[in-house]
């Protein structure tokens, strides 16, 4: 079955450095991958959508990669603010079955003033 | 728009009573999702509904768990009898017609405390 390992360690960084998450996966390579970030005590919120043929897409301060090559993809916040503390979740169908998404663990940011 | 709405936010149960929690998605969504979070096992998918039928719920950990969908604008889960191991937060999401292009819009999920 698909797995998907986040760090599950929290990443630590500075206020305005660049903030990278990873998501890899096993197994069969999806149609798409999602974002979403989760703040404590809410529902996970969507950020983001990358298919298989996008390399990269980008919304404001924010940077998905795909790759399908290495079954990864990396998520990037530049100039992250403390505002960006949260955690985020990689979430993808599973193999023949696009209706529906299984999610990370997420990882958790911290940005320090 | 109110976004998906739950009900209740927080719920405690004593074991071996009934639970029922309540969803109602955003109006035009046709798929709803009802996923547990917990810290051992993260988010997990227990059922989803496409056009108010039940599509998967290979997700539902065993026959005290059961949902239903009356109607494109409530869902419920209900727990019967209830166990301190169900105690989680349970999350209702939808999404329109075109996911996964728009992702899913969760509602702020039921605190469930079984003791």
């Known amino acids: 079955s698909q797995k998907i390992e986040q760090n599950s360690e929290a990443l630590n960084i500075q206020e305005g450095k660049t903030a990278t998450l990873t998501c890899n996966y096993t197994?069969?390579?999806?149609?798409?991958l999602q974002w979403y970030r989760q703040d404590p005590g809410r529902g996970p919120v969507f950020l983001l959508l990358?298919?298989?043929?996008?390399k990269e897409k980008r919304k404001e301060r924010l940077k998905v990669t795909f790759d399908t090559t290495l079954k990864q993809s990396l998520f990037h916040i530049t100039a992250s603010q403390p505002a960006d503390s949260a955690t985020y979740l990689c979430a993808l169908p599973p193999w023949g079955n696009t209706g529906k998404l299984i999610f990370g663990q997420g990882t958790t940011l911290q940005v320090k003033p | 728009d109110a976004g998906v709405i739950q009900s209740p936010r927080h719920e405690v149960t004593e074991m071996g009573q009934e639970v029922t929690l309540r969803c109602k998605p955003i109006?035009?969504?046709?798929?709803l999702f009802w996923y547990r979070q917990t810290m051992m096992r993260g988010l997990e998918l227990l059922i989803y509904?496409?056009?108010?039928?039940?599509?998967?719920d290979s997700g539902m950990p065993e026959d005290r768990f059961s949902a239903k969908m009356p109607n494109a604008s409530f869902s419920t889960l209900k727990i019967q009898p209830s166990e301190p191991r169900d105690s989680a937060v349970y999350f209702c999401?939808?999404?329109?017609?075109?996911?996964?292009?728009?992702?899913?819009?969760f509602g702020s999920g039921t605190r469930l405390t079984v003791v």
């Open positions: 509904f496409n056009n108010n039928v039940p599509i998967d």
């Open positions: 197994n069969y390579s999806p149609a798409y």
């Open positions: 990358i298919r298989e043929n996008e």
């Open positions: 109006s035009g969504h046709n798929s």
């Open positions: 999401a939808s999404s329109p017609p075109g996911q996964p292009y728009y992702g899913y819009t």
